[in-house]
C-alpha cells in the first residue's frame, strides 16, 4: 500500500444498541483514520416519487480488526454506508471498503 495515497481523514462510526423499541441508538466513533478515497460510479433513481442519487466508493485503510458492513464512515459531512469489507489476499495489511452514498 502507498501511504501517500492515504490522504483523507475519515471517521469509522458504528451504531449505539438498539433500544426495547427496536429503534436504534445513535452512531458514535469507532476510529479515526487516513484513507483513499476513491470513487467508482453514479446513478440516479426514483423512489417515492422523488429523484434519488446514489454513488459508490472504494474507501481504503490500513487494516483495523472489527471493522463491519453495518457501519458507515463520516467525510467532510458526507455519510457513506459500508456495503462490504475486503481484506485483499488476507494479509492483514489493508482493507477495502465498498461504499455507498445517498445524496439527495
Known sequence: ???GKLRNRIVLQRQG???TWGVSGSWSTFATVWAEIEPISGREYIEGR???GEL???VTIRYLAGVRPD????F???YLKIAAVRNPEERDRSLELDCTEEVA
Open 1 to 3: 500500500m502507498n501511504a
Open 17 to 19: 444498541d438498539t433500544s
Open 71 to 74: 457501519m458507515r464512515i463520516s
Open 56 to 58: 459508490t466508493h472504494v
Open 50 to 52: 422523488q429523484d434519488r
Open 76 to 78: 467532510e459531512g458526507r
